[in-house]
C-alpha cells in the first residue's frame, strides 16, 4: 500500500503515526502539493485535490477518516463508535478552519480582519479547542488510539506553523507533552 502525502500534513501525519504503531506497512510517497508534479500526482488520484490518499492494490481511498476505517477493518480492529466519530469530527473541524485560515494568511490576507468568513473560523478554533479540553478525559477519547493521535497530530501542527495560543488548555497541553514522547510521533515529526 502507498500512501500519498506530505510530512506537513496533520491528516497525513495521524495515518502514519497509527501505521507505525499497529505495525502496517505503508509506502509513505512525500509530495510538495504545490509544485507541478507532484500536484498532477494527488490530481489522478484525487480529484477533490486533497491528501492523505491511499493506494491499494484494489482501491485508492481518499481523506484520513475514509483510509483509517479501511485500515482497521484490515487489521481487524474495532471501528470508531458513533461518540468516537463526533470527536473525531471536533477535531477534524478545528484542523480544518486552522487550515484555512493558514491559506488565507499565505495569500495575503489579514486573518484577524473583521470578516465573517475569519470570524468564523476564529471563533470554529476557540470553541472546538476549549470543548476538547474538557471532554479529553472522557472514557470515549482515552479508550480510542486513533483520537489521541488525531488529536496529538492537530495540537503538533498548531505549535508547529504557530497557529494559536494553547497555553490556556491546560487538559490538551499535558496530554500533547505526553504522548509526544513516543517513537512513532518522533519518526512523523515535520521538523525533521
Given at each position: 500500500?502507498?500512501?500519498?502525502?506530505s510530512?506537513?500534513?496533520?491528516?497525513?501525519?495521524?495515518?502514519?503515526?497509527?501505521?507505525?504503531?499497529?505495525?502496517?506497512?505503508?509506502?509513505?510517497?512525500?509530495?510538495?502539493?504545490?509544485?507541478?508534479?507532484?500536484?498532477?500526482?494527488?490530481?489522478?488520484?484525487?480529484?477533490?485535490?486533497?491528501?492523505?490518499?491511499?493506494?491499494?492494490?484494489?482501491?485508492?481511498?481518499?481523506?484520513?477518516?475514509?483510509?483509517?476505517?479501511?485500515?482497521?477493518?484490515?487489521?481487524?480492529?474495532?471501528?470508531?463508535?458513533?461518540?468516537?466519530?463526533?470527536?473525531?469530527?471536533?477535531?477534524?473541524?478545528?484542523?480544518?478552519?486552522?487550515?484555512?485560515?493558514?491559506?488565507?494568511?499565505?495569500?495575503?490576507?489579514?486573518?484577524?480582519?473583521d470578516?465573517?468568513?475569519?470570524?468564523?473560523?476564529?471563533e470554529?478554533?476557540?470553541?472546538?479547542l476549549?470543548?476538547?479540553?474538557?471532554?479529553?478525559?472522557?472514557?470515549?477519547?482515552?479508550?480510542?488510539?486513533?483520537?489521541?493521535?488525531?488529536?496529538?497530530?492537530?495540537?503538533?501542527?498548531?505549535?508547529?506553523?504557530?497557529?494559536?495560543?494553547?497555553?490556556?488548555?491546560?487538559?490538551?497541553?499535558?496530554?500533547?507533552?505526553?504522548?509526544?514522547?513516543?517513537?512513532?510521533?518522533?519518526?512523523?515529526?515535520?521538523?525533521?
Amino acid at each position: 500500500m502507498q500512501l500519498l502525502g506530505s510530512t506537513t500534513s496533520p491528516f497525513v501525519r495521524r495515518i502514519r503515526i497509527w501505521a507505525l504503531l499497529n505495525q502496517c506497512s505503508l509506502e509513505f510517497i512525500n509530495l510538495d502539493i504545490f509544485s507541478d508534479t507532484d500536484r498532477q500526482l494527488m490530481i489522478q488520484n484525487n480529484p477533490a485535490r486533497k491528501i492523505p490518499v491511499l493506494i491499494t492494490k484494489q482501491q485508492t481511498l481518499a481523506d484520513s477518516n475514509n483510509i483509517i476505517r479501511f485500515l482497521l477493518e484490515q487489521h481487524s480492529q474495532t471501528s470508531l463508535n458513533w461518540q468516537q466519530e463526533h470527536l473525531l469530527t471536533i477535531i477534524n473541524a478545528c484542523s480544518d478552519s486552522l487550515v484555512e485560515l493558514l491559506l488565507c494568511q499565505r495569500s495575503g490576507f489579514d486573518t484577524q480582519d473583521d470578516k465573517l468568513f475569519f470570524n468564523l473560523q476564529n471563533e470554529r478554533i476557540a470553541e472546538t479547542l476549549s470543548y476538547l479540553n474538557n471532554h479529553f478525559a472522557d472514557a470515549e477519547f482515552k479508550s480510542c488510539e486513533y483520537l489521541c493521535i488525531s488529536l496529538y497530530c492537530l495540537l503538533d501542527w498548531i505549535c508547529f506553523r504557530e497557529l494559536t495560543d494553547l497555553t490556556a488548555h491546560t487538559e490538551l497541553m499535558k496530554f500533547y507533552h505526553s504522548f509526544a514522547q513516543q517513537q512513532a510521533v518522533q519518526q512523523t515529526d515535520p521538523r525533521n
